[in-house]
């Protein structure tokens, strides 16, 4: 993907930090402080792990919206848009997106298996919210074949 329009680059570059360093760090802090102690803080932390998923569950609609509608004139694909493939963005932006999405996984199933009856098994909730920014930044800002008439 090269991309000329720097508002269009910005945004992109904006959705690659919030997935891999806030959404990425967060989620692996606050599995550490769920997984070692105990109490009201582990609740809250459950909540936000809940309220993660329910803005990956938004942020994966919308993508899939913005790709049904780009998919009119522009032969989108489940690969490209979601998973950032089929050369939609450039090669290290995926390797970066998915990377944090496997990271965030990882961390997850650890933090469950080790406090499995708890709210902290909410954190494999999370790994959504990752995979719908990496869909929303290949159906917002990703390169696909014109449409064949």
């Known amino acids: 993907m090269t991309v000329t329009d720097p508002d269009i680059e910005a945004a992109g570059a904006g959705l690659l930090r919030t997935s891999t360093k806030v959404l990425t760090v967060g989620h692996a802090v606050l599995s550490i402080i769920a997984v070692a102690y105990e109490g009201v803080i582990r609740g809250v932390i459950g909540v936000v792990f809940v309220i993660a998923f329910g803005l990956g569950i938004v942020t994966c609609m919308a993508a899939f919206f913005k790709a049904a509608g780009r998919s009119r004139h522009e032969q989108v694909t489940v690969v490209g848009a979601f998973f950032l493939g089929d050369g939609a963005v450039p090669r290290s932006d995926q390797r970066?997106?998915?990377?944090?999405?496997?990271?965030?996984?990882?961390?997850?199933?650890?933090?469950?298996?080790?406090?499995?009856?708890?709210?902290v098994?909410?954190?494999?909730?999370?790994?959504?919210?990752g995979l719908g920014l990496a869909a929303q930044l290949g159906a917002r800002y990703g390169t696909f074949e014109p449409q064949k008439m």
Do not use: D, N, W, Y
């Open 121 to 129: 098994a909410f954190s494999v909730l999370v790994p959504l919210l």
């Open 96 to 119: 970066l997106m998915i990377g944090a999405v496997f990271v965030q996984t990882i961390v997850a199933l650890v933090a469950a298996g080790a406090r499995p009856v708890s709210a």
